[in-house]
């Protein structure tokens, strides 16, 4: 069965202070070791029945910031992917690209190797609110690496965004909204601000430094996203997730279908259909550890399971109703042998609160349910 790649480079300039990915921040990374232990990781996983000789389908650098790499560097990587995997022509390639690490000619390189779309973490075109988030650009690098990005030909960017941050106001958000449109990318994905364990953010809420929006700001800030996004021809087809006709990211669609995918690189996921219910396993998190794994014999997991037929059911679930147009319920039933309704009782009661519906033949999200979608997907788990 194909599969999707996702490989994961865990290294930024420096560590945002609401981040709580797998990433480290610091001036200097291991670069040729860490490429080489992921090619080691990728010919070792490739030799295995479940990957061996299958078409990849998309590959997506995510991390971190993968754009910190040398467009060398991610190219090397390809190449070996191309000589040990079916790797269709026009495969979508994405890479995760930082507006403060980039520059015209390694926008170029990147497009001269085989990526064909880069995602930018924008997250703000204010100066204020990008000094809250902590992060190291300023407006008008972003505005700069769009451009290079156009000029070295790229045809599909989309541009990361943030809401809910300290500090921001419905008209400061319509503001920002204005330049992504300004800027006319292709797909457009923006972020509820959270305040996750472990993170700066997190104390600094508990201690009061930082003070959260209201919940109903937050709400009329989802509202007025929707509506800008849809009078400029973006379509809303996952709850942080609009593009323009053509446009949705085929690697996040494949997710949320529940293909197979391999990841690659520290702390990645990995999940696969077989056997049983579906397995999936992650590696190791820290670089150090990971590389030395991965270099020496390929494997560097150091988690799995097997899912049980209640768990995926319930992930099922969680995926499809990401998506706007939802699922047919005879999907369900032919993959899980019951009904919807015996699997899950409580689902008279979130059609009745409003928060699902059937329409079209399939089950979805109501508006109101989008706004308040982990409470939605609580209900199942
Ligand atoms: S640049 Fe992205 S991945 Fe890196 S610390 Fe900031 S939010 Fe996290």
Not at 194 to 211: A, D, H, I, K, N
Not at 242 to 260: C, D, K, L, V
């Amino acid at each position: 069965m194909s599969f999707s790649l996702y490989v994961h480079i865990p290294y930024c300039l420096v560590k945002c202070p609401y981040c709580d990915f797998n990433a480290y921040g610091g001036r200097s990374w291991p670069e040729e070791r860490y490429v080489d232990a992921l090619c080691a990781e990728l010919r070792h996983a490739v030799a295995q029945p479940a990957w061996r000789a299958e078409p990849i389908e998309t590959v997506y650098f995510g991390g971190g910031t993968p754009s910190l790499f040398a467009p060398a560097s991610i190219e090397r990587f390809l190449r070996l992917v191309a000589q040990l995997c079916p790797l269709a022509a026009q495969a979508e390639i994405s890479l995760e690209a930082d507006p403060a690490s980039v520059s015209q000619d390694s926008l170029a390189g990147f497009g001269a190797g085989r990526v064909n779309r880069l995602s930018f973490g924008v997250q703000s075109f204010q100066s204020g609110l990008l000094k809250t988030l902590g992060r190291l650009h300023r407006s008008p690098d972003a505005q700069r690496a769009i451009s290079w990005a156009r000029q070295a030909g790229f045809a599909n960017l989309n541009l990361d965004l943030m809401f809910g941050v300290p500090g921001q106001t419905l008209a400061r958000l319509e503001a920002d909204l204005e330049q992504v449109f300004a800027c006319r990318p292709e797909h457009i994905s923006i972020y509820n601000l959270s305040y996750e364990e472990g993170t700066p953010f997190f104390v600094w809420r508990q201690t009061g430094r930082l003070r959260p929006l209201d919940e109903e700001l937050e709400v009329a800030m989802l509202e007025l996203i929707q509506d800008r996004c849809s009078s400029h021809g973006y379509h809303q087809y996952e709850i942080s997730n609009f593009a323009r006709p053509g446009f949705a990211s085929q690697h996040n669609r494949r997710y949320w279908t529940g293909h197979n995918y391999l990841g690659l690189g520290a702390g990645a996921h990995s999940f696969c259909r077989e056997p049983g219910w579906g397995r999936r396993w992650s590696n190791e998190a820290s670089p150090r550890t990971y590389m030395a794994k991965a270099l020496s014999g390929g494997d560097a997991r150091c988690f799995a399971e097997d899912l049980s037929h209640d768990q995926a059911r319930t992930e099922f679930m969680f995926l499809s109703l990401r998506q706007l147009d939802g699922f047919a319920p005879e999907t369900f039933a032919a993959r899980f042998g019951l009904s919807l309704e015996a699997a899950f009782p409580q689902l008279h009661d979130l059609i009745d609160a409003g928060l699902l519906h059937h329409t079209a033949g399939r089950l979805k999200l109501t508006r109101r349910g989008l706004l308040i979608a982990d409470t939605v997907f609580a209900a199942f788990a």
